[in-house]
């Protein structure tokens, strides 16, 4: 029992120096604030709910200096980035920018974002969104997805598979 206590410790030692890039680039240049209404009230939920998972710069907790904490902590984020980035909103087609803001409205209404394992056991308070911060967040999405329609023709806004 020694030896193999011995060799968890030795292994959780020699993991401590593989660490996954963190994604700190914070290039802005395509964010949706650069094509849509961005008021500070949507700015600040964002920050607070959603950009550590959905942006080019994540704010990590003290844990993400941990291995395997790390590792999980950056598929994470990873996975979040590939489902929706805020930075790089712009540079996708806007039938891709309309269905992602279709897809806000419906995670955000369904309860699924932000993530229960963002705000599980006290981690990240400032991400539990009040009943009025969603319905902000469901009227600013829907508000841009009208702005959309108005300034592109509707077979434009059809996803394309």
């Known amino acids: ?12 030692i020699v993991i401590q120096f593989f660490k ?8 802005q240049s395509h964010h949706i604030s650069t094509k849509y209404d ?3 009230e949507i700015a ?6 959603c950009d ?3 942006s080019n710069k ?10 395997p904490a790390a590792w999980w902590l950056s598929q994470h984020v990873n996975d979040g980035k590939k489902h929706l980035n805020f ?7 806007i039938a891709v920018q309309n269905h992602k803001l279709e897809e806000i409205v419906e995670m955000v209404e369904e309860g699924e974002m932000p993530l229960k394992s963002y705000t599980w ?11 009025d911060q969603r319905s902000q967040l469901i009227s600013w999405a829907k508000a841009q997805m009208d702005t959309i329609k108005t300034h592109y023709p509707a077979d434009s806004l059809i996803l394309k598979r």
């Not at 029992?1 to 959780?12: C, R």
């Not at 600040?44 to 709910?49: E, F, G, M, N, T």
Request: with cysteine; aromatic share 8%.
């Open 1 to 12: 029992m020694k030896k193999i206590a011995t060799i968890v410790i030795v292994l959780l």
């Open 20 to 27: 996954p890039e963190r994604n700190l680039s914070d290039d």
């Open 38 to 40: 961005f008021p500070e």
């Open 44 to 49: 600040a939920i964002s920050k607070a709910a």
């Open 52 to 54: 550590d998972c959905h």
């Open 58 to 67: 994540t704010t990590y907790p003290w844990y993400a200096n941990v291995q």
């Open 87 to 93: 930075s790089e909103f712009t540079k996708r087609r």
């Open 121 to 131: 056991l006290g981690l990240h308070p400032d991400a539990k969104l009040t009943q």
